[in-house]
């Protein structure tokens, strides 16, 4: 079973996932919402590399204009995404 953070290193996490582009803090937030139970180590260091990137870079790669390429380009980084870029879920309707 693979290895989840604990909960330090969970608030660590989401603290060096701030970005300064509201688009690329919507994806990151949602993925927390949907993942933060299981987020494992693998998809931490996935996530902390992607952070290395520029706003706009990373908002190439959360909205497909791009593919990770070089040493972004890693199974790792490319199942992360998969996540990241996940559409929201539909809202319940609301009976009327």
């Known amino acids: 079973?693979?290895?989840?953070?604990?909960?330090?290193?969970?608030?660590r996490l989401k603290w060096?996932?701030?970005?300064g582009l509201l688009e690329n803090?919507?994806?990151?937030?949602?993925f927390?919402?949907?993942h933060e139970?299981?987020?494992t180590a693998q998809q931490a260091a996935a996530l902390e590399a992607?952070?290395?990137?520029?706003d706009n870079d990373l908002l190439?790669?959360?909205l497909r204009r791009k593919e990770p390429q070089g040493p972004f380009d890693t199974l790792a980084i490319r199942e992360l995404?998969?996540?990241l870029r996940r559409p929201p879920t539909p809202a319940a309707a609301i009976p009327q």
């Open 32 to 34: 927390f919402r949907r």
């Open 60 to 62: 190439d790669l959360l």
């Open 37 to 39: 139970d299981t987020i």
């Open 1 to 11: 079973m693979p290895e989840r953070l604990d909960p330090p290193s969970l608030g």
């Open 81 to 83: 995404l998969a996540l």
């Open 16 to 19: 060096r996932c701030r970005r």
């Open 50 to 54: 992607l952070m290395e990137l520029p």
């Open 25 to 30: 803090d919507l994806f990151i937030e949602r």
